[in-house]
Nanobody, 121 residues
Framework: QVQLVESGGGLVQPGGSLRLSCAAS????????MGWYRQAPGKERELVAT???????NYADSVKGRFTISRDNGKKTVYLQMNSLKPEDTAVYYC???????????????WGQGTLVTVSS
């Protein structure tokens, strides 16, 4: 079984910072793109940031200059450093990854369980 496990969400005041982590585990041969998405109450899930296996990032306009995505291929982990947080960043944040399994070499898209980030004073 392969899965993504997230950590690092919580409550933070406006202007504060949080760091999210997402680790992939299981029988994984390789991981291509990894990323973060978020879903606010009453809204659709939206892209926050993605990063390729070659470390090329891509950001939503709403987070450019405030959020930084990074990854550690050896640890099969992707991170999201969130600075200058705003109340409108409040959402459940989901990790996403495209993996190739060992043995079968089946290509899968995985999602984490989600971690809640609340920005409020």
């Amino acid at each position: 079984q392969v899965q993504l496990v997230e950590s690092g969400g919580g409550l933070v005041q406006p202007g504060g910072s949080l760091r999210l982590s997402c680790a992939a585990s299981g029988s994984i041969f390789s991981i291509s793109d990894m990323g973060w998405y978020r879903q606010a109450p009453g809204k659709e899930r939206e892209l926050v940031a993605t990063i390729t296996s070659g470390y090329t990032p891509n950001y939503a306009d709403s987070v450019k200059g405030r959020f930084t995505i990074s990854r550690d291929n050896g640890k099969k982990t992707v991170y999201l450093q969130m600075n200058s947080l705003k109340p409108e960043d409040t959402a459940v944040y989901y990790c996403n990854a495209f993996v190739t399994r060992t043995m079968t070499y089946r290509y899968l898209e995985l999602w984490g369980q989600g971690t809640l980030v609340t920005v409020s004073s």
